[in-house]
């Protein structure tokens, strides 16, 4: 059973970093196809940051140029790297597969940016 714990999350204010983490547990092959998203109250989850087949990053455009999203293999996890953060980067993200059936969902972490 494949497990994924986020962590990282916290308050920041608008123009600071905040780097979430991604760790996985359990029976994989590799980290690919591993993304982060975002939810807010009463919206479905929508995946912001992702890797190309080729390995490229990914993103959503209101996050792009602003968020990296990193491998580590040595650790197994996938980070999230956050910067010049905005009062909207504000839900709980959590990470998971994009590309084919997905993991247990984590309980997520959750960001919060004040002005």
């Keep these: 059973q494949v497990q994924l714990v986020e962590s ?8 600071e970093s905040l780097r979430l983490s991604c760790e996985v547990s359990g029976s994989i ?3 690919d196809g591993i993304g982060w998203y975002r939810q807010v109250p009463r919206r479905p989850r929508e995946l912001v940051a992702k ?3 080729l390995g490229a990053p990914i993103f959503v455009d209101d996050v792009r140029g602003r968020f990296a999203i990193f491998k580590d ?5 996938v980070d999230l790297q956050m910067d010049n953060l905005k009062q909207k980067d504000t839900p709980v993200y959590y990470c998971n597969r994009y590309s084919c ?3 247990p969902w984590g309980r997520g972490t959750q960001v919060t940016v004040s002005s």
């Design 8 to 15: 990282g999350g916290g308050l920041a204010q608008a123009g």
């Design 29 to 31: 092959s590799s980290l």
């Design 51 to 53: 890797f190309s087949i």
């Design 73 to 77: 293999n040595t650790k197994n996890s």
């Design 101 to 103: 059936r997905l993991y």
